[in-house]
Each structure stands twice: as structure tokens, then as C-alpha cells.
């Protein structure tokens, strides 16, 4: 189940200005969730190949260039269903943290990059990495409490 941070009892966050409460930042669900939802908005193919052909008419001066560029992206669109590799839903929440993002600075939940050490980084990269140190913890918890039990 999907739970709105907003919804939660904000008594359970220590930091008030927070938009995630701080026990949530260790469940691994949460990091899995956002990473394969912010994929699936900025990696599916559908996008990806709009947004390259967007890029490289805005990239160009040649006007027959752009021209050619602005059919190949009218007839692509024309022949491609984006029903089949968008979720509306998902697209706008992460479209509006974005904005959210680019207005106030910071990071927040469901974003496409996040700032870390003065850089930005794509949100299913970080979460990745993420994911694979809280493995790494839980694991040698896990090993530790093994090992001390099994004295």
C-alpha cells in the first residue's frame, strides 16, 4: 500500500518542516517505490525518444533540419499509443515536485534529480545506492546478531 506522507499523524516527524517523517527515510519500500516511479516517468521509452528529438531541434539552426525533426516527431507521436508507456498520474506528481523543486530549492519526495554536495543526481541512481548500503547494513546486523547468538 502507498501511504501520502501528508496523511501520516505529523506528530511522528521530528523535523515539522519535513515533507517525509524522518522513520520513514530507513524502510526500504520507500526508496524502491520512488527510484522505479521516477524511472518509469524519465526512462520509458516513449519520452525518451521525445525528448531526444526535442533536443536536437532545439539544438539546431538549419531550418529544413528542424523541419525534418519537428515530422519525425509529429509522425512518431501519430504512431505511437502514449497510453502504452505513460501513467498520467504519475507523470503530473512528479512533473509538479519538480516544479516544487526548481522553486524552493531542496529536495523533495518523488523529484527526477536530487541536489547532493552542490550536484544534481538522477533520484533512481541516488535510490539505488541507497537501497544497496541499507542492504549492506541490515545484512551485517543481521550477521552480527548471528553471529553473537550462535556463541
Not at 528529438?53 to 529544413?64: H, K, V
Not at 552542490?118 to 537501497?131: D, H, L, R
Request: aromatic letters at 14%; one cysteine or more; hydrophobic letters at 40%.
Amino acid at each position: 500500500a502507498v501511504i501520502v506522507f501528508g496523511d501520516m499523524n505529523p506528530n511522528l516527524s521530528l523535523i515539522k518542516d519535513s515533507e517525509i517523517p524522518e522513520f520513514c527515510q530507513v524502510i526500504p519500500s520507500r526508496w524502491l517505490f520512488e527510484g522505479l516511479s521516477v524511472a518509469q516517468v524519465k526512462l520509458n521509452p516513449y519520452d525518451a525518444t521525445i525528448r531526444e528529438l526535442t533536443e536536437q531541434r532545439d539544438q539546431t539552426s538549419n531550418y529544413q533540419e528542424k523541419s525534418k525533426l519537428l515530422y519525425q516527431l509529429s509522425k512518431y507521436t501519430q504512431a505511437h499509443d502514449i497510453n502504452l508507456f505513460r501513467n498520467e498520474e504519475l507523470n503530473d506528481w512528479v512533473d509538479r515536485q519538480d516544479a516544487k523543486r526548481m522553486n524552493r530549492g531542496g529536495n523533495y519526495f518523488m523529484t527526477s534529480k536530487v541536489k547532493l554536495g552542490g550536484k544534481e543526481i538522477w533520484t533512481f541512481y541516488f535510490n539505488a545506492i541507497v537501497i544497496l548500503f541499507m542492504c549492506m547494513v541490515y545484512n551485517a546486523i543481521v550477521y552480527i546478531k548471528l553471529v553473537r547468538f550462535y556463541r
